[in-house]
C-alpha cells in the first residue's frame, strides 16, 4: 500500500472525501463509508474522523445517483442513492423510495472504479486491507460489492488469472463488512447465486456484522438466514430499540468496535516489514 493516498490517486469520477490515518501514521487499513439512501457522504466523513481508528485511512463516497427532488429529504444536500432506478415504495411503515432496485451501477462505480482501478491498480491495496461500513441502502452496497469482488476473483481463478491475493479457494477475502440496518438485497442474493463462487459450493469468505433494533427492523430473521447462504461468517447484534438508526451510545458502538479490533491490521510492536493480521 502507498504511504500516501490522497485524492488525485482515485478516479475522478467519484465524489469523495479521504481522512488521512491518525497521528499521521502509514495506512495498514483503508475503511469505505457508505451513506444511507437520500443523504450524502459529509456525515460519514465526520464519523471517520470521530472513530480515529488506528492505522487506517477512511474514504466517505457520494452514491452515484441524485434523489428526485420529490423524495428528497430536508436538510443540506446533496441527496443521493446507490440504487439502479427510483422505484415508489407505498408501504406506510417504510421508506417512500424502494431501498433495494439494483446495485449493478453503484457495484461498477464501487468495485471496478474504486477498488479495481483506484485502490488496487494505482495504490497497492490488497483487498483484504480493505473494510466497508454502510448504513440503510449504504450497507446493502456495501454487501453487494463485497460480493462482487469475490465473485470476479472466482472467476478469474476459473480463467487461470488468479493472483497471490486470490485465496486458494478463488475467493478474495476482503477485511470485513459493517451494515446497519442493511440487509443483503435480493438482485446481489440472485447474483451470488448465478456466480462460480456458488456453482464450485463455496460461500464468500469476507465476515460480514450486521446491527439493527430488536423491533421494526429490517434485520429480520429471514434477512438474516439469506445472508447465511452467501457468507461464511455473519454476526448480528440486535440493539435494544426500535428502528434501525445510526449508533445512539457507547453500549450499542462497542460491537462496531470489537469487529474492527478484529479484523483491522496493525504494525504497532511489530518488527520492520510484520503485519498483524
Not at 46 to 61: C, G
Not at 205 to 211: D, E, M, N, S
Not at 228 to 236: G, N
Request: with cysteine; net charge neutral.
Amino acid at each position: 500500500m502507498k504511504t500516501l493516498i490522497i485524492e488525485k490517486d482515485l478516479p475522478s469520477s467519484l465524489t469523495i472525501t479521504i481522512i488521512p490515518s491518525p497521528q499521521s501514521k502509514t495506512p495498514q487499513n483503508i475503511l469505505l463509508l457508505l451513506h444511507g439512501l437520500g443523504d450524502n457522504h459529509n456525515p460519514f466523513a465526520t464519523l471517520a474522523r470521530q472513530m480515529q481508528l488506528p492505522e487506517t485511512l477512511a474514504i466517505a463516497i457520494l452514491a452515484p445517483s441524485p434523489l428526485p427532488a420529490m423524495f428528497a429529504p430536508g436538510g443540506p444536500g446533496p441527496h443521493n442513492h446507490w440504487c439502479d432506478d427510483v422505484l415508489f415504495d407505498p408501504s406506510p411503515s417504510g421508506p417512500p423510495v424502494e431501498l433495494d432496485a439494483g446495485f449493478g451501477r453503484a457495484r461498477g462505480m464501487l468495485v471496478d472504479e474504486l477498488v479495481g482501478r483506484g485502490l488496487r491498480g494505482e495504490c497497492g491495496v490488497r483487498e483484504r486491507e480493505v473494510m466497508w461500513f454502510g448504513f440503510g441502502q449504504g450497507g446493502m452496497a456495501a454487501l453487494d460489492a463485497a460480493v462482487a469482488v469475490e465473485v470476479a476473483a472466482a472467476e478469474k481463478e476459473k480463467g487461470g488469472g488468479g493472483d497471490a491475493d486470490t485465496s486458494a479457494s478463488g475467493n478474495a477475502e476482503m477485511g470485513g463488512v459493517i451494515t446497519i440496518g442493511g440487509p443483503l438485497s435480493s438482485s446481489t442474493f440472485h447474483y451470488f447465486h448465478a456466480s462460480e463462487v456458488r456453482r464450485s459450493g463455496k460461500r464468500c469468505r469476507t465476515p460480514v456484522l450486521i446491527c439493527g433494533g430488536n423491533r421494526e427492523s429490517a434485520v429480520t430473521s429471514e434477512k438474516v438466514n439469506r445472508l447465511k447462504e452467501v457468507f461464511e461468517s455473519v454476526e448480528v447484534v440486535k440493539w435494544d430499540r426500535k428502528g434501525d438508526g445510526m449508533m445512539k451510545s457507547r453500549e450499542e458502538m462497542m460491537p462496531i468496535m470489537r469487529f474492527l479490533g478484529k479484523r483491522l491490521r496493525s504494525r504497532a510492536g511489530m518488527p520492520e516489514g510484520g503485519v498483524e493480521v
